[in-house]
C-alpha cells in the first residue's frame, strides 16, 4: 500500500530542456514526482501504474536526437512521504512576494499576504514547478472575489486554496488519482477552507457542477485537448479559463482546439519553455 517505483533517468547530454520533456512525457503514463539534477532525472510512480512497456516507450520516442539514456527503477516501500519531502525536496517558495507556501514542518519562512501549508505526500504541485507558479501568478493578478471557481486536476489542492483566500466563491477542486484527492482533502483542511469541495473523479464529474466564472486546468496538453469541450461546458459567458502543464510549442495546438468551443485567447506567459494559456469563453 503506497509503494512507488523510482526510476532514476541519466542523460547524456543532460539539459532543463530534457530533463522537462522526459517529465512531461512521464507526466502523461502516470508519474507522479519529479526531481531533476545536472545528470537527470528521478521520477516516481506508484507501484500498481509502472509498466516496462511505458517506460521503454518513453525512451524509445523521446522526440529530440543525439541523447543518450540510462535507467534503473527501484521499488520504494510506502512510507512517511511528508518527511520524505522534508528532508530531500520540499522547500519553502516565496512567488512574487506576495505568496508564501510551505509544509506544517518548515518554521522559517518568510511572511507574505497570502501563507499557504501544503504538505505534497508525493501528490504534484507544491509551487515549485513552473506550470503552477504559472497559475499562482495569474490568480494574484485576477480580481477573484466573489467569483465562483473550478480547479481540474486540483492535485494538492494549492490553487483552489488560493482561490479561496482571495475571495473566490464557490470553489470545486476535482481530483482524478485517490492518493493526490485524499492530499487535497487533507490540505484544504490544513488551511481551513472547508468551503472548497473537493472531488474525486475526471471530467464527468463536470456535469454536477455549477459553471464557473474561473476555470483552471494545470495537467497536460493531451488531457487538456481531450476533455476541453467538458472545460467549455462548465465555464459561464465570458469566463476566464487558466490552462497549464504542456509547452510553449503546444499552444498553437491547444488554440486551435479552443476555436471549436469559442474559447478565445486573452494571453500567454512562460517560463523555462512550460506556458501558461489564458482564454475567453465568448
Not at 532525472?41 to 516496462?52: C, I, M, R, W
Not at 517506460?55 to 516501500?77: D, G, M, Q
Not at 495569474?138 to 486536476?153: F, K, N, R, Y
Request: glycine share 4%; net charge negative.
Amino acid at each position: 500500500m503506497n509503494d512507488y517505483i523510482e526510476l532514476r533517468i541519466d542523460a547524456t547530454p543532460c539539459d532543463e530542456v530534457v530533463t522537462d520533456v522526459l517529465a512531461s512525457m512521464l507526466a502523461d503514463v502516470g508519474y507522479e514526482s519529479f526531481v531533476p539534477d545536472e545528470h537527470g532525472l528521478t521520477a516516481y510512480v506508484k507501484s500498481e501504474d509502472f509498466s516496462d512497456e511505458n517506460l521503454n516507450s518513453v525512451i524509445e520516442s523521446f522526440p529530440i536526437p543525439f541523447y543518450e539514456f540510462k535507467f534503473a527503477t527501484t521499488k520504494v516501500e510506502g512510507r512517511d512521504w511528508n518527511e520524505e519531502w522534508e528532508k530531500n525536496y520540499f522547500q519553502p517558495i516565496v512567488i512574487d512576494d506576495k505568496c508564501v507556501i510551505h509544509s506544517s514542518f518548515h518554521r522559517d519562512f518568510p511572511k507574505c499576504d497570502y501563507d499557504i501549508v501544503i504538505d505534497p505526500k508525493m501528490a504534484f504541485g507544491t509551487g515549485h514547478h513552473p506550470t503552477t507558479s504559472l497559475i499562482i501568478r495569474s490568480l494574484l493578478a485576477m480580481p477573484l472575489e466573489g467569483q465562483s471557481v473550478i480547479d481540474m486536476g486540483t492535485g494538492t489542492g494549492i490553487l483552489a486554496i488560493l482561490a479561496a483566500m482571495r475571495g473566490a466563491s464557490p470553489i470545486t477542486a476535482i481530483e482524478i488519482d485517490g492518493f493526490a484527492y485524499e492530499n487535497a482533502v487533507d490540505n484544504v483542511r490544513i488551511n481551513a477552507h472547508p468551503e472548497i469541495n473537493v472531488i474525486h473523479g475526471d471530467a464527468s464529474a463536470l456535469k454536477d457542477v455549477a459553471p464557473a466564472d474561473i476555470f483552471i486546468a494545470n495537467i497536460n496538453r493531451n488531457i487538456i485537448t481531450n476533455d476541453l469541450g467538458a472545460y467549455a461546458a462548465a465555464m459561464k459567458p465570458n469566463a476566464t479559463l487558466l490552462l497549464s502543464g504542456f509547452y510553449e510549442e503546444d499552444v498553437e495546438i491547444l488554440l486551435n482546439e479552443a476555436e471549436k468551443y469559442n474559447l478565445k485567447f486573452v494571453r500567454t506567459a512562460s517560463d523555462n519553455r512550460w506556458a501558461c494559456l489564458q482564454l475567453r469563453k465568448a
